[in-house]
C-alpha cells in the first residue's frame, strides 16, 4: 500500500503506518501537485488544510480510503469518494475533551477579561478597575449542539457551579437528562444563557444559524463561543452585537473564512477573544487522530 500524509499529523501514527505501508509525507502539497498524482497512492491522511475536491477525488483510480485526522470531514467530497467507492474515515472521539478545555479557557478569558488584561499590562497599564469580571458559579451555561464537545463542556462548567440547558433539536431528551441539561428550544437558550457555547456541524441548517435575531434575544451581558465552525456565527451579525453592546463579549476559534481577512472589523473590538482555530491542537489530541487514523488504514491494508 502506498500512502500520503498531506497534512502534519503526529510522528507515532506515521511510524505504525510504516510497517504496513510506502509512506509518503509531502505536507506542503499543493492543490495542482495533488490532482496530478493522487492516482499513485491507495491511501490518504489530511487533516483540514488539503481540500479533496471531486476534481481530485475523480483522478484517484487507486485510492481505497481517506482518512481525516480529526473531527469535520467538510473538506472532504464525500458524495465524490462514495461514486469511487473510496472508504472515508475520521476519529471523531480524538478531540473531544480537548476543543471542550479549549472552550472553558475562552469562557475564563471573557469572564475574566484575561487576554484583555494581559495586553494592557504588557504595554504597563495597572488599569485594575476596568478588568472587573463575573463568576461562572450559579450562572446559566446554553449549549447549541449537544454532542461530544458540548457534553464534556457541561461536565466541567458543572463543576464551576453552572446550570446547563441545551438545544439539540437530534438529541432524545433521556439521554438529555442522564447528561444533566434541560433540553429546550433555541430562543429559550438565547433568551436565557449567560454564556452560549456552540458545538454544531456547519450544514446548511446550522450555516448563520445565529445572526441578528438570535442576539437580539441574547442578555445584553451574555458572553458566546465558538469552537465548532466557522459560519455557523453571522460575522456581521456579531460584529453589530458587539459594536452595540447587545451582548457582554465573544470568543471565536473559527471564522467565516480562515485566516480571517487582515482588517477584519473583529480585530478592533475588545469585547472579542480570538484564536486561531487551535481548538484541537493538543499533544495528546494530535497523537490520539494520528494512531486512530493509521489504525484504520492499517486494519484495511491487513484486510
Ligand atoms: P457531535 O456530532 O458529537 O455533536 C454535534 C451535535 O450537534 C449533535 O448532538 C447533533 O445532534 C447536534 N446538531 C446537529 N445539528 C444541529 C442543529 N441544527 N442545532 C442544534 N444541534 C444540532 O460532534 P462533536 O464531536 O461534538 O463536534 C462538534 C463540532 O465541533 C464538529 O462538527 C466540528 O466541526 C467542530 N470541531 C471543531 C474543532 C476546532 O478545532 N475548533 C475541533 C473539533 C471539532
Redesign the pocket.
Known sequence: MKVLIADAINEKGIENLKEVAEVVVNTSITPEELADTIHEYNGIIVRSRTKLTADIIKKADNLQIIARA???VDNIDLDAATEKGIMVVNS?ES??VT?AEHTMGLILSMARKISIADKSVKEGKWEKKQFMGVELRNKTLGV???????SQVVNRCKAFGMDAMA?????PEEVAKQMGVDLTDLDTVLKNSDFITI?????P??KH?VSYEQFDLMKDTAYIVN???GGVIDEEALYDALVNDKIGGAAL??YEEEPPATDSKLFELDNIVLTP?I??STKEAQRDAAIIVADEIIDLAKG
Open positions: 480529526g473531527v469535520g471523531p478531540t473531544s476543543v447549541i449542539g449537544m454532542g461530544r464537545i458540548g438545544y439539540d433539536p437530534y438529541l458545538h454544531v456541524p456547519l450544514t441548517e446550522t444559524s469552537c465548532s465552525r476559534d473559527v482555530h481548538a484541537a
